[in-house]
Every structure is written in structure tokens, then in C-alpha cells.
């Protein structure tokens, strides 16, 4: 665990150096100010329902910021030639893995935080339960995690950034349709791809301030099992 700490705190003063996060960031932020400018602050809507909407862009945000924050930490390291220092100093594949998510988790973290000024303007005219801005804000995180987790996978897969992009866009876009495929097959099978699913059903629940134990049981399972797939490409490479 030390070694996946030290990993995390060179991300983060990478990240901390580098124009990348804080315009990663700062873009992510000024979409999801017009989204909910356009979507809360226009018009006569009830105040759960503000929320509902702006936690529904927040989400869409968060996913696209996951991936794009995912992409140089493997690939990135490939490309500069620096990734065969990490497999050859005393550290264990899973440490570098679990070092780079947690940094860059933390950015998230950080960005999801910020952007906490936002929900908490409609008390200004309206009312709304601390409980489910606490909810959907867990529901991003986790949403956020899986995300991640998943573009370190194709990161770990791929040569290039480029390549990561792609692919992780690609794997990205079929995680999030699987509820539209579901739609149109057949009843056990729609079911088990509609839970699939990285947003839609899984996430809705969250977006309404309803915390599902379920939903919370899935994003972490998502998370793992993209980590371990990085894990396990890492070692397949180090062997090769």
C-alpha cells in the first residue's frame, strides 16, 4: 500500500505541474454550469426536479473526464518510455494500478467537489433534501470510479494515447447503450444487459436521491474488475 501512495502523490504532483487536469477540470466545470443554467435556473421547475437534471449532465460530464484523465496514465507513461522504469523498480503491478486510480480519482474527487456550489443555489428559491444532493453526488463518485477504472483498462491495452482515446471512448459508448440493446431483445436477456449497464437504470435511482445497495454493489464490482484487467495486462506485458 505504500507503494501505491508514493505512485498516487507523483500523479497528483504531475497533475499539480501540468496545464492537462486543471483544463480537464476547468472545462468539465463550465459545461456543467451551462447545463444547469439552461436546465435550472430558466423556467418554473420543481426544485427535486432542478436537481435530478443537473445530476443527469454532472454524470454525463464526469464519465468523459474519467476517460480523458485515464488515458496518459499508462499509455502516456508507453509512449514517453518511462513505463519500463515502473515495471522494473521494486513495485508490484497492482501498485502502480491502484496509485494512478487513486490519483486520479482524487482529481475527480476534487472537480465533483467543487462543483457542489451549483445544487446548493436552489435554496436560494427553492427547497431540496441534503440527503439527496449527498446521494447523487455519491452516485457520480461511483459513476466516476467505474468510468476511471475502465480507461485505465484500455490504457493498459493500448501503444498510444490516441489508441487509448479510442478505445475507451468505444468501450465507453457500448457500456453506457447497453440499456438500448436491452430495449430491443427478449426477456431474460434484456434484463441482465439493462443491469449492465453503466448509466441509465444504475444510475437514475441516484440522480432522485434513492441510494440502491445494488447500484452501489455494481460500480465498485465495475471498478474492480476493470482494475484487475489492468493489472493483468500490465503483468502479461512485463513477461512478454
Request: charged share 10%; net charge positive.
Amino acid at each position: 500500500m505504500r507503494n501505491a501512495l508514493l505512485v498516487a502523490g507523483r500523479e497528483i504532483g504531475s497533475y499539480g505541474r501540468s496545464l492537462l487536469g486543471w483544463a480537464i477540470g476547468a472545462a468539465a466545470l463550465l459545461v456543467e454550469g451551462v447545463w444547469f443554467s439552461a436546465n435550472g435556473l430558466s423556467g418554473s421547475r420543481m426544485s427535486a426536479d432542478v436537481l435530478r437534471e443537473f445530476f443527469n449532465g454532472a454524470s454525463g460530464v464526469t464519465m468523459i473526464v474519467a476517460v480523458l484523465m485515464s488515458i496518459p496514465l499508462l499509455a502516456g507513461e508507453r509512449e514517453r518510455g518511462t513505463l519500463v522504469l515502473l515495471n522494473t523498480a521494486p513495485i508490484r503491478d497492482i501498485e502502480i494500478i491502484v496509485g494512478k486510480y487513486l490519483a486520479a480519482f482524487a482529481m475527480i474527487a476534487l472537480i465533483t467537489l467543487v462543483s457542489v456550489y451549483m445544487p446548493l443555489l436552489i435554496f436560494v428559491n427553492g427547497k431540496v433534501s441534503l440527503g439527496h444532493v449527498a446521494v447523487g453526488y455519491t452516485g457520480i463518485l461511483l459513476l466516476g470510479s467505474a468510468a476511471l477504472a475502465l480507461g485505465m483498462f484500455t490504457s493498459a491495452v493500448s501503444r498510444s494515447q490516441v489508441m487509448a482515446a479510442i478505445l475507451g471512448g468505444l468501450l465507453l459508448a457500448v457500456m453506457v447503450t447497453l440499456w438500448l440493446v436491452a430495449k430491443v431483445t427478449e426477456p431474460p436477456v434484456n434484463g441482465v444487459l439493462a443491469g449492465m449497464a453503466l448509466h441509465h437504470q444504475r444510475q437514475f435511482p441516484f440522480m432522485t436521491g434513492v441510494l440502491k445497495l445494488e447500484n452501489v454493489v455494481y460500480y465498485v464490482a465495475v471498478t474492480y474488475f476493470f482494475l484487475l484487467a489492468a493489472t493483468k495486462t500490465l503483468e502479461a506485458r512485463r513477461w512478454r
